[in-house]
């Protein structure tokens, strides 16, 4: 009798397609023979033996081997021989990792986009009754889309290990790069009758050669260049990946590289740079596959490609072709600090498990090198064994508003892959209760459940819900939208001064909120003009996002009897808009510091600089609210509104009552 493995490997391989019913087409075949030297198609007999044995399941294997886009269709055919109606969903930690696998796998599997094989993520759903198979960010299938990526995999891993138990139908694979498999084996054991089993991909890699320096590197950007450009006169072929902290630091590296004297004038083969960061459009990021550039005359010294990248090609990405990869140690992130209450953007060292998971990107297709620009006694001694969990390290208000709303009671002792810190908890439930979302038994009020039932940070949320009593729903919600979609502005390389005036032509003075609102309305009068948003420095792939966001979010305020209103008068207007975003963010205002260009946050008494992207008018704000606090080199606000200080004890007057506000210079400015 045929295993099943066997049984999959021949629908696979011959006859029909299993899911359309149609002959294979040429794409298919062509596509199938890579996918046939992908390890774990190697060991698919044995996949499917163990798929079939058990509930839960761990697979363990590197970067690149077939994991995300061959695990789930083995399944999905699995499913199909065996019971009519099931679904495959397989989540992915980022928006982007869910299309391109999602469009990966429907050219595999030869099906339309959309149909059998489809993908969900926040503001876009394209699945239908018929998709058998579903790729899915974390977030959007914890429906409120908790909006830091990564942290939704820790939730959704523990409520389907509570789940598992009581639904014996449903079946789980957890599948993880090697660096943390044991820990996930542990916790799935804990305190779990059913028998988890761990799943090794054997993949062949090839050896890499760690290079360190002698010296630490002052500069690590100028270190970088200088790495690659002596790989490129020195070493042998194969392309050269490149890790930065972020999108500024890789634009600045591939313009002095491109415009290096000696690169241009020796006779040297050519250097492409390839940039790649999370917020270049699809397009962009698909250059990533290109060729090398070919020599530049016939015989003459090869053309080599060089990607540089952020985090994106540690785990997330798999670029074929890479040799050399040129790691200076940094990573940059997001990381709360409950005491201060902030979000910070911080560049920090990266652990030795992230620098083995880089250097393994040079040994994929043959032996390769990796640059550490740092010192071996470094590498021993200064970087932690591993990356914290992004768990320990967010903001967890919209994480605990969706665990309240799931009905989950004991926060503290919910089972976490790992456990946030008390105080993290504590801020949550704390700006949930002054919210209003939370009772003060942290029950979820009526306002709460609404607010839960959209995917926006809670601040967000609540502005959204109590802004047709300003007669501004209209502009909260398009405000909301561009929120929620990537930066409009575009800064193309060497453009600057035209960008910015480009944007100062949309800037309303005193409120980059009514800023973005006053794009969106521009960008919807010129719809027609194809041109229009490049030609005004302006992202067409975010705001025909964020127009999406807005279908979607004008759909659930319907659903819930919110109005869409506006006040006719256009002076009126601009006010009200900045009250309503005092009910949801009046934890997050500054008050100006006489004659210093600063802004004392007043929760927690922080200096704090606008960004020099801030539409503040010829005259500073004396009292601001603002979306973001920013840590790079110091403490900056971003996305800031001015607004009158009564709107405060007005609307908020729960959190803003004197009595119990610490005297100082807060408490002295709102009295006079
Ligand atoms: O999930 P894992 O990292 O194990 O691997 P994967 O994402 O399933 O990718 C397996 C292979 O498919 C990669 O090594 C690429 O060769 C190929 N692939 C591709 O060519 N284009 C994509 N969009 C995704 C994968």
């Not at 469009?103 to 058998?132: N, Q, S, W």
């Not at 020195?234 to 972020?246: A, N, R």
């Not at 995917?455 to 047709?468: D, F, N, R, Y």
């Amino acid at each position: 009798m045929k295993s099943k493995g066997e049984k999959v490997k021949e629908a696979l391989e011959h006859g029909r397609n299993t899911f359309t019913g149609k002959s294979y087409s040429s794409t298919y075949k062509t596509l199938l023979s890579h996918r046939k030297k992908l390890p774990v198609y190697e060991q698919m007999d044995e996949f499917c033996e163990c798929f079939s044995n058990n509930q839960v399941m761990i697979v363990v294997g590197e970067t690149g081997s077939g994991k995300t886009t061959q695990i789930p269709q083995f399944v999905a055919h699995l499913n199909s021989s065996q019971t009519e109606g099931k679904i495959t969903v397989c989540t992915q930690p980022r928006r982007m990792s869910a299309i391109t696998a999602a469009t990966r796998v429907a050219k595999e599997m030869d099906v339309t986009l959309g149909a059998g094989v489809g993908y969900t993520i926040r503001f876009e759903d394209r699945t239908t009754p018929r998709t058998f198979l579903q790729y899915a960010t974390d977030g959007a299938l914890l429906r409120g889309d908790v909006h830091e990526q990564t942290l939704a995999t820790d939730i959704l891993m523990a409520l389907l290990k509570g789940l598992v138990k009581k639904r014996r139908d449903l079946k789980v694979i957890v599948m993880s790069a090697a660096t943390d498999s044991d820990k996930l084996q542990r916790y799935w054991n804990e305190g779990s009758a059913i028998k988890v089993l761990t799943f090794r991909v054997t993949c062949r890699t090839f050896p890499v050669k760690i290079v360190y320096t002698k010296e630490p590197e002052p500069d690590y950007i100028e270190a970088a260049i200088r790495t690659v450009l002596t790989i490129h006169y020195t070493e042998g072929p194969g392309d050269i990946l490149v890790f930065l902290t972020g999108a500024e630091e890789i634009e600045e590296a591939c313009i002095r590289l491109e415009n290096d004297e000696y690169l241009k004038t020796s006779g040297i083969g050519p250097l492409v740079c390839i940039p790649l960061h999370a917020s270049l459009s699809l397009q962009e990021q698909k250059k990533i596959y290109d060729p090398p550039p070919p020599p530049r005359f016939i015989g003459g010294p090869p053309g080599r490609k060089v990607i540089l990248a952020t985090n994106i090609a540690e785990t997330s990405l798999t670029i074929d072709g890479i040799v050399y990869v040129v790691d200076p140690g940094f990573s940059k992130e997001a990381i709360y600090n409950p005491r201060i209450r902030v979000e910070c953007l911080l560049v920090n060292p990266i652990s030795k498990a992230s620098a083995r998971q880089r250097a393994g990107r040079a040994g994929r297709t043959k032996p390769g090198k990796c640059f550490r620009l740092f010192t071996e006694k470094d590498f021993q001694s200064e970087l932690e064994e591993h990356t914290h969990p992004q768990i320990l390290k967010s903001n967890l208000s919209s994480v605990v508003l969706t665990l309240v709303k799931l009905g989950i009671k004991d926060l503290v002792r919910f089972d976490y892959l790992d456990a946030p810190a008390p105080e993290t908890l504590m801020r949550a439930l704390e700006l949930l209760t002054y919210l209003a979302a939370l009772d003060d038994d942290g029950n979820l009020t009526s306002l709460g459940t609404i607010m839960a039932e959209f995917p926006l940070e809670p601040q967000l949320a609540k502005t959204l819900i109590v802004s047709p009593d300003f007669k501004c729903s209209n502009e909260i919600l398009t405000l909301a939208a561009m929120l929620s979609a990537p930066v409009v502005w575009r800064q193309p390389r060497g453009q600057q001064k035209e960008a910015d005036a480009a944007k100062a032509l949309f800037s309303v003075p005193g409120s980059d909120h009514l800023t973005l609102i006053n794009v969106y309305n521009e960008y919807k009068s010129n719809v027609h003009d194809k041109n229009w948003a490049h030609s005004h420095y302006l992202s067409l792939k975010a705001l025909s996002q964020a127009d999406k966001a807005r279908d979607l979010l004008q759909d659930l305020m319907e659903q819930f009897d919110i109005e869409l209103v506006s006040e006719s008068d256009p002076q009126k207007l601009p006010g009200l808009v900045s009250q309503a975003l005092v009910c949801g963010f009046f934890m997050q205002v500054a008050h100006s510091v006489k004659g210093s260009g600063t802004y004392l946050t007043i929760q927690d008494n922080q200096v704090v600089s606008p960004d020099p992207s801030c539409a503040l008018g010829a005259k500073p704000a004396e009292w601001v609210i603002y979306n973001e606090f920013v840590l790079t080199t110091r403490p900056n606000i971003r996305t800031i509104t001015e607004i009158r200080p009564e709107w405060l004890l007005n609307y908020a007057s729960n959190y803003f009552d004197l009595k119990y506000f610490p005297d100082g210079p807060t408490n002295r400015a709102l009295q006079n």
